[in-house]
């Protein structure tokens, strides 16, 4: 066990092994993304909306959730992906967001929940670098599953322009 612990320490100070652990993924599109475990509240089917006014188009508005009003965002625009009407596969995936000293509950729609998986450290490599005008920091790695890659999203950092100070 001692050895495993100090290989363990070696991988962490080499890159992400820091960021090894349970990730729903979900799609938008083609793509798949992942969302750390312990941010997600629950899975919850689309329910109606209420629009604000003066709002980015993203965010699609507010829902009743047992009482409390959370905002929700439209990942699919968030991300600059097309807009897309609701399928039976369409959810809300209620999320709790770290801000200033404490958390904020907000929905994030996707297009489709998949599975959660539970992903080794060695299989999470840091987001690609495409130069100074594009902004990567909410991405937290690119999981590899099997074939397919998986992007690890920092829900606190996408979600981050959101919060009020």
Not at 60 to 73: C, D, M, Q, S, Y
Not at 87 to 116: A, F, P
Not at 127 to 149: Q, Y
């Amino acid at each position: 066990m001692a050895g495993n612990n100090a290989e363990v320490m070696n991988h962490a100070a080499s890159g992400m092994t820091d960021k090894a652990g349970k990730y729903l993924t979900f799609k938008l599109e083609a793509e798949e993304f992942g969302l750390e475990i312990l941010k997600v509240q629950e899975i919850i089917k689309m329910m109606e909306i209420t629009k604000i006014p003066q709002m980015p188009e993203f965010v699609k508005g507010v829902i009743n959730l047992r009482g409390k009003v959370i905002p929700v965002v439209d990942l699919r625009l968030k991300f600059g992906m097309a807009a897309k009407e609701a399928t039976d596969k369409t959810c809300v995936i209620v999320v709790q967001v770290t801000h200033g000293g404490g958390t904020v509950t907000m929905g994030t729609i996707v297009d489709e929940v998949s599975e959660v998986l539970d992903i080794n450290g060695e299989l999470i490599e840091a987001a690609p670098e495409f130069g100074t005008s594009v902004n990567t920091d909410f991405i937290l790695g690119m999981g590899k599953i099997g074939k397919k890659v998986v992007m690890l999203l920092d829900v606190d950092k996408v979600l981050a322009g959101l919060i009020k100070n």
